[in-house]
């Protein structure tokens, strides 16, 4: 079982940079990949990111490309999304989350445990 909770959420400007963060609780966590995902009101849950167990392999969305980075500290059991030149169209509920495997990929199916999601919107 792997409890996911985001945060790091808040409102700013177009070409601001925010950093998120997802605390992970349970023993399964240094051996899951994590992903991001976001969705935007009346849109469907989408890929943003994600990042294998060790850390090692990453993999973003071509929208995001450029400007975010996901990263983790098994650590800390944490995982980051870090977001620079933000973008009104970034406004989104963004979700962390765990996959049952050591890699994993964009599919929401992959992905076994959900955080509660923390908001992020960007004005222009």
């Known amino acids: 079982q792997v409890q996911l909770v985001e945060s790091g959420g808040g409102l700013m400007q177009a070409g601001g940079s925010l950093r998120l963060s997802c605390a992970a609780s349970?023993?399964?966590?240094?051996?899951?990949?994590m992903g991001w995902f976001r969705q935007a009101p009346g849109k469907e849950r989408e890929f943003v990111a994600a990042i294998n167990w060790t850390g090692t392999s990453t993999s973003v969305a071509d929208s995001v490309k450029g400007r975010f980075t996901i990263s983790r500290d098994n650590a800390k059991n944490t995982v980051y999304l870090q977001m620079n030149s933000l973008k009104p169209e970034d406004t989104a509920v963004y979700y962390c989350a765990a996959a049952r495997s050591k890699y994993s990929g964009s599919y929401v199916s992959e992905y076994d445990y959900w955080g509660q999601g923390t908001q992020v919107t960007v004005s222009s």
């Open positions: 349970g023993r399964t966590f240094s051996s899951s990949a």
